[in-house]
């Protein structure tokens, strides 16, 4: 989506903001979302689903669960659910382990298991409001499971935390792996997100599975930049989870996470909506001007503008100290590397010292100059740097 100039739409909360999408399911329902709200939309999928139709571990718990008679049945997913009767109806066992299903105490970790299980005339004994698979290991643990058959549908992942745990209670646990995630065969997009978060360039990523974050870190790890990317998880790119399952591997290593009250897309959009403005703008006045800095764009007086990523490093730069000097070295430093590197093919002059890194950030306040379209705001303080022309007592400086 490209961010074009105009009056900022208050229909468009996230106009300015890029926002990273690392679902393999459900990825344009999301991006959908997102882009309606003004944001600029980043898809990198970090996992791919496996369905398991011909996998022989499949049929073997299949066949475990009619072999003798569950106490209980554990639905984690809809869609694994619904993919297990499915693959079931392929091998002439569907009635069967509905039938099967249908004497057994079944719990459903949330709505769209729910709503999986009473499609078929079936009825949950029990649900948790959180939607949490703790929750559902809480409760079980609460009732005798001693020699209790447990079938455990998995979602992507073994659960080792809670199966082992309800075979320490003394339960047969069946584990049903409906299908399997797996890392995309092509990474180069989810490498480019994590580049790109930790430039700065992206301002928030999106996670819908606990497997997705583990891709996203293995792939970070794998170019060196896993401690960088946390860092920035930390500091300046907001990660948006669909819940705290999805959400553990992160807040494990300190990273602050938007999460909605209820585990849907939609919620996690709302979610983003109000705290992505919070979390990646800055509101300024300048020369009687209004100006609040987004993610790749400003609102400049009501009205949107998109700035390159090189004049807005600037413009942050200058921001961080409204009404200061900044030096020209100091803004070097924080243009992108490849700004300054396509400025050492200028000549040298002044006896020969190299003009190329002063040269680049000329270039860059020129463009931010252009791309404001407002005179005064960038000011040149000669042999200096420069500054945004506004008093530092009125920001709090």
């Given at each position: ?6 009056v900022?739409?208050?229909s468009?909360?996230?106009?300015g903001?890029?926002?990273?999408v690392t679902?393999a399911?459900r990825?344009?329902e999301?991006a959908?979302?997102l882009?309606?709200r003004?944001a ?8 791919r689903?496996?369905?398991l139709?011909?996998?022989a571990?499949?049929?073997?718990a299949?066949?475990e669960c ?12 809809g869609i694994g ?8 109806d ?7 382990l ?11 970790r ?5 709503g999986?299980i ?5 009825q949950?004994?029990w649900s948790p409001?959180?939607?949490?698979c703790?929750?559902?290991l809480?409760y079980l643990?609460?009732?005798d499971l001693e ?7 998995l979602?992507?992942?073994?659960l080792?935390e ?9 339960a ?13 065969d092509d990474?180069t997009?989810l ?7 930790v430039?700065?360039t992206?301002?928030?990523i999106?996670?819908?599975s606990?497997p997705a974050v583990s891709?996203?870190?293995a792939v970070a790890?794998e170019?060196g930049?896993e ?5 920035a998880l ?6 948006a989870c669909?819940?705290p399952?999805?959400?553990f591997?992160?807040t494990?290593?300190g990273?602050p996470?938007?999460?909605p009250e209820?585990?849907r ?5 709302r979610?983003?909506?109000e705290?992505l403005?919070i979390r990646?703008s800055r509101?300024l006045h300048?020369r009687?001007h209004?100006?609040e800095?987004r993610?790749h ?9 998109p700035?390159a990523?090189?004049p807005?490093a600037i413009l942050?730069a ?7 000097v900044?030096?020209?070295?100091e803004l070097?430093g924080v243009l992108?590397?490849?700004?300054v590197a ?7 002059r002044d006896?020969g010292r190299p003009?190329a890194?002063e040269?680049?950030v ?5 463009r931010?100059?252009r791309?404001?379209?407002?005179t ?6 000669v042999k200096?740097?420069y500054?945004?022309a506004?008093d ?6």
């Amino acid at each position: 989506m490209t961010i074009q100039a105009g009056v900022l739409n208050n229909s468009e909360p996230l106009s300015g903001f890029a926002v990273g999408v690392t679902a393999a399911r459900r990825h344009e329902e999301l991006a959908a979302l997102l882009e309606r709200r003004g944001a600029r939309v980043v898809h990198a999928p970090a996992i791919r689903l496996m369905p398991l139709q011909d996998d022989a571990e499949l049929l073997h718990a299949t066949e475990e669960c009619l072999h003798r008679p569950l106490d209980f049945a554990v639905v984690t997913t809809g869609i694994g659910f619904r993919a297990w009767l499915e693959t079931a109806d392929g091998w002439g066992l569907r009635d069967a382990l509905v039938e099967r299903l249908g004497q057994v105490k079944i719990m459903a970790r949330g709505p769209k298991a729910r709503g999986a299980i009473r499609s078929v005339g079936l009825q949950e004994e029990w649900s948790p409001e959180s939607e949490s698979c703790d929750e559902v290991l809480k409760y079980l643990l609460g009732l005798d499971l001693e020699g209790t058959r447990i079938a455990v549908q998995l979602y992507g992942e073994p659960l080792p935390e809670f199966t082992d745990t309800l075979r320490s209670r003394g339960a047969e646990v069946i584990e049903v792996p409906v299908y399997r995630w797996s890392r995309t065969d092509d990474s180069t997009p989810l490498r480019r997100l994590v580049g790109q978060a930790v430039a700065g360039t992206v301002d928030a990523i999106t996670f819908t599975s606990s497997p997705a974050v583990s891709a996203t870190l293995a792939v970070a790890a794998e170019d060196g930049l896993e401690d960088a990317l946390i860092e920035a998880l930390r500091t300046h790119v907001v990660a948006a989870c669909v819940g705290p399952v999805t959400a553990f591997a992160l807040t494990e290593r300190g990273v602050p996470t938007v999460q909605p009250e209820r585990a849907r897309i939609g919620a996690l959009v709302r979610a983003l909506v109000e705290n992505l403005p919070i979390r990646r703008s800055r509101r300024l006045h300048v020369r009687d001007h209004a100006l609040e800095l987004r993610g790749h764009a400003v609102v400049l007086d009501g009205q949107l503008k998109p700035i390159a990523p090189a004049p807005m490093a600037i413009l942050r730069a200058l921001a961080r100290r409204p009404g200061h000097v900044v030096s020209r070295a100091e803004l070097c430093g924080v243009l992108p590397s490849r700004v300054v590197a396509a400025g050492s093919a200028w000549s040298s002059r002044d006896h020969g010292r190299p003009q190329a890194d002063e040269h680049a950030v000329e270039m860059a306040v020129a463009r931010l100059r252009r791309g404001l379209g407002r005179t005064g705001i960038v000011e040149t303080v000669v042999k200096r740097g420069y500054r945004l022309a506004c008093d530092p007592v009125r920001e709090g400086i």
